[in-house]
């Protein structure tokens, strides 16, 4: 469907709900899971009071390509919109995402896991991990449903410095993968008082492939709460569910070996 909305000349949206420019915010062309690729697929629109009823910014809207690029961002464009049948919150991505998956209706909450891996296959963004609450019943460390991501705090994209090495710095770790035993990523694990837990920084700096990350002073940090049964030998780190994100910050820089969990 994603492709004949985006190689069509036009296409006309019959807001039923709507009498006036001030219902257009209320009309659930807006809150339908179906609507939102019909939105961003299009070439050429024309619609009153759009950013505030789309809550989505009008370039995004006029220059959208699909792709698994700016994965936070496009879910949380998601995280409002409901469908009546519980796999089309997943499918009804596929086209947004440009990423290809069967359709088997009687998953269930399924659908929306194996769209996520089929995304993680080809995205290195960090910003995927910033989602909180219920997770996926096929890992925890994949979130259930769109609703589950939360709006991230304004972070910088690069540093303030100056040079070659602060030229080539990025964040987080680019090349997580899923694996049979879940999602591989790694991370600066910093300890808390309870031995079993730790916390493991999600969007750190890196300089070069030495295997270390930075903690910058005085700005927010993404972070995953771990836990790890101590009474078993060959128990590995587990996302803990949590009802928001996590961040820590630091007074000073601090540079920390990096671990795959």
Known sequence: MFKWYRDSQVCIAYLADSTSIDDLGRDVWFTRGWTLQELLALRTMKMNALSWATRIPL?????????????????MWASTRTTTRIEDIAYCLIGIFDVSMTIAYGEGKRAFYRLMEAIIHRCGEWQ????????????????????????????????TGSGE????????????VMTKRGLQLRLILECTRYGQCTVGVVDYWCYNTSGEGVLKPS???????????????????????????????????VKEALTTV
């Not at 995953?224 to 928001?244: C, G, I, N, S, Y």
């Open 59 to 75: 370039d995004d809207l006029c220059y959208f390509r699909p792709g698994t690029r700016d994965v936070h961002e496009k879910m």
């Open 128 to 159: 995927i991990m910033a989602w909180a609450g219920q997770p996926s019943a096929d890992s925890a460390a994949l979130p259930e449903s769109p609703r589950c991501f939360r709006q991230l705090a304004s972070h910088p994209d690069s540093s």
């Open 165 to 176: 090495c602060e030229q080539k710095a990025w964040r987080g770790d680019r090349n997580y």
């Open 219 to 253: 700005q927010d940090h993404l972070c995953l709460l771990l836990r790890m049964d101590p009474f078993d030998p060959f128990a590995e780190w587990q996302k803990v569910q949590t009802a928001d994100l996590l961040t820590i910050s630091t007074d000073v820089e």
